[in-house]
Structures are given as structure tokens and as C-alpha cells.
């Protein structure tokens, strides 16, 4: 059974800092890109960040120089480090592991997520 299981978030002042963690279980986690997306309310589901095989990252734009992402692939696991917090970054955070090719197959799983609080 595949299973994804994030971790991590809650209530923070602005300017501090959260890690999330996802453990994920029943797939060849190192062979899968990992995704972060969030959703706040009343907005559609956004990307935060993605870590290729080997650790290659990127960000969107409102995030970058703030989060971070990682994994060990020892450990199936993905991580977020997120400083700097705005109220703007809350949201419920979900973890994404994805493996495509395109045409052939498509396997895409998520998380549960995680409410991730930043407010005075």
C-alpha cells in the first residue's frame, strides 16, 4: 500500500520557522520526483517546491531564498524547512511523489497534508 504521511506543521509567528516532514512508505521512493504543494483557503491548490532524483530542487517564486527541500532516500523521506514564515504561507501543506512517462504510465501520490499556521 503506498502511503504518504506529513508531519510537522502548526501555529507559528511570523519570521519563524517549521520543518515538515513526509515519510512515505510502498513505492520506490528514489526513483520519484517529490513534490510540496499547498492549499489555502478559497485558493486552488499551489507548487511549492519539487526535488528531483539525485536532489536537484526548485521553488516557486514566492518561496524561494525561504524554504528548502530535501530528501534522504535512506529514509523515504522528504523534508520542507521553511523560515522567514509569512501569513501568507498558510496553508495546508501536501506532499507529492510522482513517476510519468507520458503515454505509458502515470503514478501520482499524495498526503494527507498538513495545516501549517503563521499568524501573530
Known amino acids: 500500500q503506498v502511503q504518504l504521511v506529513e508531519s510537522g506543521g502548526g501555529l507559528v509567528q511570523p519570521g519563524g520557522s517549521l520543518r515538515l516532514s513526509c515519510t512515505t512508505s510502498g513505492f520506490t521512493f528514489s526513483a520519484y520526483a517529490m513534490k510540496w504543494y499547498r492549499q489555502a483557503p478559497g485558493k486552488e491548490r499551489e507548487f511549492v517546491a519539487f526535488?528531483?532524483?539525485?536532489?536537484?530542487?526548485e521553488y516557486a517564486d514566492s518561496v524561494k531564498g525561504r524554504f528548502a527541500i530535501s530528501r534522504d532516500d535512506s529514509q523515504n523521506t522528504v523534508y520542507l524547512q521553511m523560515n522567514s514564515l509569512k501569513q501568507e504561507d498558510t496553508a495546508v501543506y501536501y506532499c507529492?511523489?510522482?513517476?510519468?512517462?507520458?503515454?505509458?504510465?502515470?503514478?501520482?501520490?499524495w498526503g494527507q497534508g498538513t495545516q501549517v499556521t503563521v499568524s501573530s
Open positions: 526535488s528531483g532524483i539525485g536532489g536537484f530542487a
Open positions: 507529492n511523489a510522482r513517476r510519468r512517462l507520458v503515454g505509458v504510465y502515470d503514478n501520482d501520490y
